[in-house]
């Protein structure tokens, strides 16, 4: 397992991130079997979200830990806040960030986080309140670090300028057959739908600000429209590719696409998704591969983008 210190912190986190967003469906035995699973194959980082099966995934989280102190030194425990999912529509005032990280706390049985996200951007926030709020939370030893998930640059900026706080992640969908992060750059200026600017450069924005990237949904094509790993009636080039570098390297397909993105030198983490254990441990062999430049481009042409 490869581990990085994220940019602007003491944290050395694997590249490997176990998610919990449907652990809701496991029993407290079974999610208990998941993480010591996820431990034995070296990941240390859990990712979270106050919406994940209302709230219910983080409480299920700690009571099958038995969550304790001990146990909490061995982990990185993030969590997301700022949608009201119910309603439908998303909330950065300071009331909503505090009232959420209290019941974040409450259900992981933690007194702290290691880092907090803001979820999805919110076109109404008002970087004062959320400057406000992250500096009660960063005083009152609630929250370590802070970033958000699904912004892009201009939107992190009118954050950042109110912040005393650097914000060090963004998490974004990323899979080798989404990809919006990359296709513009490689396209540029060419008379092809790869070449429109879905993402304002947000990878380069990242990589120059030390913001480390999470990609989630790494095993997903567009808005969740299925997996493509062993889709060979949509994606037939991409899975006889994938098999075949499997191959190479004693490895499943699940791990080479896991490699696809690990292989970048931004030092992307992944977020698996995952309920099974067999599935997560092939994910993990995926920390390390060190695919070929070659190799990474092939896959991203076999899976349908255009390399000029």
Same mark, same amino acid.
């Given at each position: 397992m490869k581990y990085t210190t994220l940019p602007g912190t003491d944290l050395s986190a694997s590249n490997i991130i176990m998610g919990n967003m449907r652990i809701d469906s496991l029993s407290l035995r079974e999610? =208990?079997? @998941?993480? #010591? +699973?996820a431990q034995e194959a070296g990941i240390n980082f859990f990712d979270h979200a106050d919406i994940y099966g209302d709230g219910e995934c983080e409480s299920l989280f700690s009571q099958a830990l038995s969550m304790d102190a001990t146990m909490r030194e061995k982990m990185i425990i993030q969590s997301k806040c700022g949608i009201h999912k119910d309603e439908g529509y998303f909330?950065?005032?300071?009331?909503?960030?505090?009232?959420?990280?209290?019941?974040?706390?409450?259900?992981?049985?933690?007194?702290?986080?290691d880092i907090l996200l803001l979820?999805?951007?919110?076109?109404?926030?008002?970087?004062?309140?959320?400057?406000?709020?992250? =500096?009660? @939370?960063? #005083? +009152?030893?609630?929250?370590r670090y802070f970033g958000v998930s699904n912004h892009?640059?201009?939107?992190?900026?009118?954050?950042?300028s109110a912040?005393?706080?650097?914000?060090?992640?963004?998490?974004m969908q990323l899979a080798i057959a989404h990809t919006p992060l990359i296709d513009s750059g490689i396209a540029l200026n060419m008379t092809k739908d790869q070449s429109i600017n879905r993402d304002s450069s947000t990878l380069e924005y990242c990589r120059l600000k030390?913001?480390?990237?999470?990609?989630w949904s790494p095993f997903q094509t567009g808005f969740f429209e299925g997996v493509f790993l062993g889709d060979y009636d949509r994606f037939p080039e991409l899975n006889k590719v994938l098999d075949r570098l499997a191959e190479k390297y004693k490895v499943s397909p699940d791990a080479i696409?896991?490699?696809?993105?690990?292989?970048?030198?931004?030092?992307?983490?992944?977020?698996?998704?995952t309920t099974k254990i067999d599935r997560l441990q092939k994910a993990s062999d995926g920390s390390e591969i060190p695919l070929t430049r070659p190799e990474w481009y092939e896959l991203y042409k076999a899976a349908g983008n255009i390399v000029p």
């Open positions: 999610i =208990d079997q @998941l993480v #010591k +699973s909330d950065f005032s300071k009331e909503h960030i505090l009232r959420s990280v209290e019941g974040i706390l409450s259900r992981l049985q933690t007194d702290y986080l979820h999805r951007p919110d076109p109404l926030v008002e970087p004062e309140e959320v400057s406000q709020a992250f =500096d009660e @939370l960063e #005083k +009152s030893g609630k929250v892009n640059p201009m939107q992190i900026e009118l954050l950042q912040l005393s706080q650097k914000l060090i992640v963004n998490q030390d913001i480390t990237l999470q990609a696409a896991v490699a696809w993105i690990t292989r970048h030198p931004a030092n992307i983490q992944v977020v698996t998704g």
